[in-house]
């Protein structure tokens, strides 16, 4: 059975024992994919948290094998192969259009392995040294048994970086602080023309808010998700509030 899953619109189906369910309304990830990089060239909350990354990675002895689990248009990948040249990642992600960007950006690689496929697909149990998970755990079904997943992937003692969305993603919130940046870095015309070329952005972020508000994406207090990361058998390193108060990051190592 495939792991892939197709979206269709703003709502997509989950593969389910052989069969498909839909969960309502959820985000297009195949659609978001060809502006998702806008994120990283013109979001300076993105651009933080991967120098959050960068510098997390020079902290920890390097890892034999990374799992970048929903690893979208690669951005995390390519930070982990650059800063561990001798390390072999694995980039996880079940949308098509999404891991046809990271191919194409991350082609000069050689240690990368591309797998379209869903967390719960990937079977591979204790070979990780170091699992990486960011914003993609509110999106999938049952995370507390997602986050079992992640556990299941490493070996005793692994580093598990974790980063989830837990607030309801205010939209209009991110679109004023959006042109409020873009306006003072490139004036009021460039940051207009940056606003309507991400609109296939807006639209996403919009159907992740409805699916938030309807229950079918989770949200968590920073203390429902440590709680969370603890029981599927972590311990926590660090834990910090991020991108503006809306998301959780976690370092933590999967106990013995
Ligand atoms: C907001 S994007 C994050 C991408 C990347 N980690 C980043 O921060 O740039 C969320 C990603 O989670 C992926 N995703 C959704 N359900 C998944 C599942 N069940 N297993 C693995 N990845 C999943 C989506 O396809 C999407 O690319």
Redo the contacts with the bound molecule.
Sequence with gaps: MSSQ?QSQGSVSADLVDGGTVSRGTQAD?NAYASE?DLLSDHNPEYRALQRDFEAFLATIETPDRIV??????G??TQIAARCCPGSAIRL????EG?IAVARRKLSDFRNITYDTA???SVDAPGTADLVVC???LY???DPDRRLADLRRLLRPGGWLYLIDLGRRLDVKDWRAYLFSHLRREHGVFRALRILWQSREIAKQNTAIERAQTEGVYRTHTAEEFASAVTAAGFDIHRQETVYRGYSDLIVARARA
């Design positions: 899953v990830w998702y970048d689990i929903g690893g979208g248009t951005n995390y996880v992600e079940p949308h999404m869903t967390l719960e960011v914003h993609a999106t999938m079904p």
